[in-house]
């Protein structure tokens, strides 16, 4: 068994107790209490959050298998959440999902806390490699599935590079929301502006 196994075996272990929805929302305020006072990543000890949010070390303990797990989900609770899809087209779902990705970009703009809190992240290599395998990982998996069932059922021309048409889609949002700080935000239209631009060049010939 390798130590990764181990870890996740002791995770499964801790939480394998009914979970307190009342405690979990104590734990993950705390954190977020000690972020907005200027706390820094280094310095949240699992003892400060315990102490701060009024619980034990091994109420914390039980539900996250340790501060990376925690950290993630207090970032994902300030985030937008993954959107449902529509389901009625292929071209509504990508605007579903690249108007997802405005808005968690807005988010993080106008939220000093959240953008502070992502960029000491992207110090933390283990902390930002959990955070794209639990939050960002599935929702690229969700794109490109949506993009491979496009090309099953004709709506996409066949033997196209899949990988880069999911980047064809996302980056242009990730251009002007994150690179682009001086510029007026876009609005929910430029997502359909942007699928409808890259549908244009990947749809079968007519």
Sequence with gaps: MTLMDKQCKVGEQRRG???SEAAERQILEAVIKLLEEGVPLADLSIERIARTAGVGKATI????????ELYVEVVQSMESPAPPLPGNSLRDDLICMVDNVR???VAKQSSALLHNVFAQMQSYPKLWSKYHSIVID????????????GVEN??????IDLDMAADLFVAPMLV????RPGEELPGPDFAERIVDAVLEGLRPPC
């Design 61 to 68: 303990y039980r539900r996250w298998a340790g501060k990376e």
């Design 17 to 19: 107790r009914p979970r």
């Design 176 to 179: 002007r929301t994150m690179m």
């Design 103 to 105: 808005r968690r970009s």
């Design 138 to 149: 599935p929702r690229r998996r969700l794109l490109d599935e949506l993009l491979r069932r």
């Design 154 to 159: 004709g709506e996409l021309r066949a033997g």
